[in-house]
């Protein structure tokens, strides 16, 4: 059987050469800078067996050199990949035609890259033609894209693996409505045979940082925000950030004294945090450390593209997308489509990058995992998020991306096929989207702008001209009985007393570094009296939350609403159009260490579903409000009910415990549950 494998490796081999070679004979006869005889003009003999050659020695250089190369490349910067790729390409092909014995062929520069990467992209359609005709080859094939080779690994028990999906930032109505439209063929099978689909519910902070940090370690505690000021460090921690996820992530660790939900044989792909897994690429808590055994954070980017078929095809698919998204962007201009933000800069390659780049890496990872018998996998698809946050959440750039994401589902359910264990595939997300305009692009000044106004600050003159400006200035003037404002009065506060504005979606933090605790709203009305109204009667803001001295932590609204959280069940008061579990939250998040001296949720239209976004984003999720807080768990009908009939699945935290018990159910990775806990999961 060996023998055979090697006769059919070799014959494919023979095939895949056979068609370089006629390939590099055809566009030798097309592009006028590319020669394979001699300007005598030679034998068609002669051409053929210098095309056969150049062929042979191109494709040892892409197999031997190209790996080394690649090497190199995880030192570069993601969005410049594209374009070593089709350079390092071509330098091959140039070197591989000067060692051609012959000494005939010779090629232009410009046109090496266009011939190699054509040839590159025929050889991988031929090789894997004809490798799915076979299912060891088709399996060998994609083993290869694997992170690691299983090596020595034991041989696969006899239970399931698990694989977790995460679609980022697909809610639960966004994932129905593309089902029903056609969008998502492979979703809609597995509702209609192999699956369930069951809604959960966010915290307050409705966004990938919290939600994954619960999903994979069991903790959200102390996550108020995506981005937020910590006075005892004086440090801003954004969940993105290498640093500041490594530290989330020691803290969960700590708090829940879990290594994580894929401590035992499993693999982390394309994700914030590792949840404990001994097989990691492309997480972010890992990006800071040293090179090593525990940090392989972009060997995930070498495996993949040191195929150099994988590296053309996908930086073609790259520049496609820029293209797309620059033809999209302009289509919106000229419509003249509202809510709209600006889609310029370098946003175009960063979007290619998430929707082409790390969707595939990350695929291709996952394959590798299955292939090579992992008990647990855990991969971030971010692709659906990047698009709806600057196209829509429901707009047709973002359909697009679920039709290219269902895809990649199809596919790793066909891989799973080939695995040497049989697989559960679990798809879910770790919130929605809530549409919307931005808050600046209504009122045209930033809560910045607003909280600057608010506490009698300087602000830019195009803020102090909008309305909302000059209410605030109003305000001040009227809390400070100084009716007149006199000529040329300007604050200028200390650095250290500069509020300090974060935005996370449709949520800001408001934090004063000068004070070293969490400021109380008696002492926030004595300092600037006029903040806090300033904020509360804001037609774009929903709700503060604030600390009191007499009531603990207070919610405020217009008209002067204040409902202390111990009565907002029977009085929800700003609360009341947030839906189930508003009230919940705030309090939740109120009980955190570093909540911010003001939290503000901006206001949310019931009928319309439509936030007001902090950010520059028309699609936005980060606070309560919409869509962003109900993201979806598509789970196999094969493991027990996510919650009993007519319950609710409230909170990360939750879902790592349902998660955690489909483990156990499977004999998989146990993940060491605190005391008590055992009997209630």
């Not at 239970?159 to 994932?175: A, E, M, N």
């Not at 490594?246 to 949840?275: H, K, M, P, V, W």
């Not at 996908?314 to 797309?324: D, I, W």
């Not at 159009?577 to 260490?593: I, K, L, Q, Y």
């Amino acid at each position: 059987m060996r023998w055979r494998r090697v006769v059919s490796q070799i014959g494919r081999s023979v095939v895949v050469w056979a068609v370089s070679t006629v390939t590099m004979l055809v566009l030798a006869g097309i592009l006028p800078d590319f020669q394979l005889q001699s300007a005598d003009g030679d034998s068609a003999t002669r051409i053929a067996m210098t095309a056969a050659l150049g062929a042979g020695a191109f494709g040892v250089l892409s197999a031997v050199v190209w790996p080394l190369l690649v090497r190199l490349l995880l030192l570069v910067p993601a969005l410049v990949l594209g374009l070593l790729v089709f350079f390092l390409n071509g330098s091959l092909l140039l070197v591989a035609l000067r060692v051609d014995p012959s000494g005939q062929s010779e090629a232009a520069p410009e046109t090496a890259v266009i011939v190699a990467a054509v040839m590159s992209a025929v050889a991988s359609a031929t090789g894997g033609a004809l490798a799915v005709r076979d299912d060891d080859a088709y399996r060998s094939r994609l083993s290869r894209l694997a992170t690691r080779r299983r090596g020595s690994r034991p041989p696969c028990p006899a239970t399931p693996g698990t694989v977790f999906l995460q679609l980022d930032g697909v809610g639960h109505d966004v994932l129905t409505a593309a089902v029903a439209k056609g969008l998502m063929p492979t979703v809609a099978a597995w509702l209609d045979a192999t699956h369930r689909l069951t809604p959960w519910r966010t915290d307050w902070s409705s966004q990938t940082g919290a939600s994954q940090l619960g999903i994979l370690h069991g903790s959200t505690f102390d996550v108020p925000a995506f981005r937020w000021y910590e006075k005892d460090s004086r440090e801003v921690m954004v969940c993105n950030r290498p640093t500041s996820a490594a530290e989330l992530q020691r803290r969960a660790i700590e708090r829940t004294a879990d290594g994580g939900l894929l401590t035992l044989d499993g693999a982390s792909r394309g994700n914030l945090f590792s949840g404990g897994a001994d097989e990691q690429a492309l997480v972010l808590s890992i990006a800071t450390r040293r090179r090593g055994r525990e940090n392989r954070s972009r060997a995930g980017y070498f495996a993949y593209f040191s195929d150099p078929a994988n590296a053309v095809r996908t930086a073609l698919s790259f520049f496609a997308e820029v293209g797309r998204e620059i033809g999209q962007s302009a289509t919106a201009r000229m419509r003249k489509q509202r809510p709209r933000v600006k889609r310029g800069g370098l946003y175009p390659f960063v979007r290619a990058f998430a929707t082409v780049v790390e969707r595939d890496v990350v695929v291709a990872a996952v394959m590798g995992d299955l292939l090579a018998g992992r008990t647990a996998v855990y991969a971030d698809l971010v692709a659906y998020d990047e698009v709806a946050h600057h196209s829509g959440p429901h707009s047709r750039d973002a359909e697009k991306v679920l039709q290219r994401l269902d895809r990649a589902l199809a596919l790793i359910e066909k891989v799973a096929e080939h695995a040497p264990r049989r697989y559960r595939i679990v798809v879910l997300s770790d919130h929605g989207q809530s549409p919307g305009e931005t808050f600046h692009s209504r009122y045209g000044l930033s809560l910045g702008d607003l909280v600057r106004a608010g506490c009698g600050l300087h602000v830019p003159r195009r803020a102090e001209r909008t309305h909302s400006g000059a209410e605030a200035r109003a305000a001040v003037r009227a809390a400070l009985r100084r009716p007149v404002e006199e000529s040329g009065e300007k604050h200028r506060p200390t650095r250290g007393s500069e509020p300090v504005v974060l935005a996370s979606g449709n949520l800001g933090l408001v934090s004063f570094p000068d004070v070293p605790h969490r400021m109380t709203k008696e002492e926030m009305d004595a300092r600037y009296p006029a903040l806090l109204t300033t904020l509360a009667n804001h037609p774009g803001i929903g709700f503060l939350l604030v600390r009191s001295e007499e009531h603990g932590g207070v919610v405020l609204g217009a008209y002067g609403a204040e409902i202390p959280l111990d009565r907002l069940d029977g009085h929800p008061g700003p609360l009341a159009g947030f839906g189930a579990g508003a009230a919940d939250a705030v309090r939740r998040t109120h009980s955190f260490p570093h909540t911010a001296d003001i939290m503000v949720n901006s206001s949310y239209d019931p009928e319309g579903g439509d936030v007001l976004a902090f950010e520059e984003q028309i699609g936005s999720h980060g606070g309560l409000g919409g869509a962003q807080g109900r993201p979806f768990l598509l789970s196999p009908v094969c493991v027990s009910g996510p919650v009993e009939e007519g319950e609710e699945l409230v909170g990360a935290e939750a879902v790592h415990g349902v998660l955690r018990r489909w483990l156990r159910e499977a004999d998989g990775p146990q993940v060491p549950l605190p005391a008590g806990e055992e009997r209630a999961a």
